[in-house]
Antibody, heavy 118, light 107 residues
Framework: QVQLVQSGAEAREPGASVKVSCKTS????????IHWVRQAPGQGLQWMGW????????HYAQTFQGRVTMTRDTTISTVYMELSSLTSDDTAVYFC???????????WGQGTLVSVSS | DIQVTQSPSSLSASVGDRVTFTCRAS??????LGWYQQRPGKAPKRLIS???SLESGVPSRFSGGGSGTEFTLTISSLQPEDFATYYC?????????FGPGTKVEIK
């Protein structure tokens, strides 16, 4: 069965970077785009961008341009989301989710809590 | 960017009630809209795509409708597991912008 398994919770100080992984299994890794969506405590869902595992191409929301990098490692069927220059506003649960067709959200990772605090 | 609104922001209802909530987009998105359910502490789950197409395994008490700029999600008979937050997501252009959500609470 398809699974997306994310790395564990992270704590960072303001100004630091964080890299979250999303290991996929159960399907052809290069077949689905992977999107990243985050959710601040008590807030709604915010789309961050996608990575194409087939080409390593990526597209980011303007809000995160210059601070986010989404990459993949085909040898271990894993995608990564790195966010830099963290502030307390980046404290959130970060989800990876697959997109086999028009709509994201075929499958979801369990979420990774990133806490930013001094 | 497309602006997305949802109403109401929250509602209280009882098991067995029929509930409907609305999603509005700031421009014509035809039927390019998905609905997602999120239970507390869990990842979202896609319920509906293309405004009215029920995903495999989603109970038939869920139904979606609308096109253009106004869309609805109806739960015909609320079940205990349906108490959650529901988000709509137009899928036309980037950036993708989720609606702010409708929280369904137990009366």
């Amino acid at each position: 069965q398809v699974q997306l398994v994310q790395s564990g919770a992270e704590a960072r100080e303001p100004g630091a970077s964080v890299k979250v992984s999303c290991k996929t299994s159960g399907y052809t890794f290069t077949g689905y785009y992977i999107h990243w969506v985050r959710q601040a405590p008590g807030q709604g869902l915010q789309w961050m961008g996608w990575v194409n595992p087939n080409s390593d191409g990526a597209h980011y929301a303007q809000t995160f341009q210059g601070r986010v990098t989404m990459t993949r490692d085909t040898t271990i069927s894993t995608v990564y989301m790195e966010l830099s220059s963290l502030t307390s506003d980046d404290t959130a649960v970060y989800f990876c989710t697959s997109n086999s067709g028009t709509y994201l959200g075929d499958y979801w990772g369990q979420g990774t809590l990133v806490s930013v605090s001094s | 960017d497309i602006q997305v609104t949802q109403s109401p922001s929250s509602l209280s209802a009882s098991v067995g009630d029929r509930v409907t909530f609305t999603c509005r987009a700031s421009q014509d998105i035809r039927n390019n809209l998905g609905w997602y359910q999120q239970r507390p502490g869990k990842a979202p789950k896609r319920l509906i795509s293309a405004a009215s197409s029920l995903e495999s395994g989603v109970p038939s008490r869920f139904s979606g409708g609308g096109s253009g700029t106004e869309f609805t999600l109806t739960i015909s008979s609320l079940q205990p597991e349906d108490f959650a937050t529901y988000y709509c997501l137009p899928h036309v252009t980037y950036p993708l912008i989720f609606g702010p959500g409708t929280k369904v609470e137990i009366k």
